[in-house]
């Protein structure tokens, strides 16, 4: 898998529903992904650029903290589009 800035939350659940702990322990405003009911509705529209904006974090260091889970968890290597990793949360506003 490809991730990007307009990775959804909800494609990445999807392959790998691990992620949902692993994105409510990085960060508190995150523990909304909890409830299945906001994952299948929030998650469509939700880019990893919005997420990192909602919870004030660089979006790269997001990024790559989801590559890395998912590498430890799988042992899958994942692709990160390189503009991804330098761009800002608060190029989405």
């Not at 909890?34 to 974090?57: F, H, Q, S």
Request: aromatic letters at 6%.
């Amino acid at each position: 898998m490809k991730i990007s800035s307009k990775t959804t939350i909800s494609q990445l659940i999807d392959t790998y529903p691990f992620l949902v702990d692993f994105l409510v322990g990085y960060h508190p405003k995150f523990k909304l992904l909890k409830n299945k009911m906001m994952r299948a509705t929030m998650g469509k529209m939700a880019t990893l650029k919005r997420v990192a904006g909602i919870g004030e974090v660089p979006l790269g260091t997001l990024i790559m903290g989801i590559a890395t889970e998912i590498e430890k968890q799988t042992g899958e290597s994942i692709e990160i589009d390189k503009e991804s990793e330098t761009e800002s949360f608060t190029d989405a506003t």
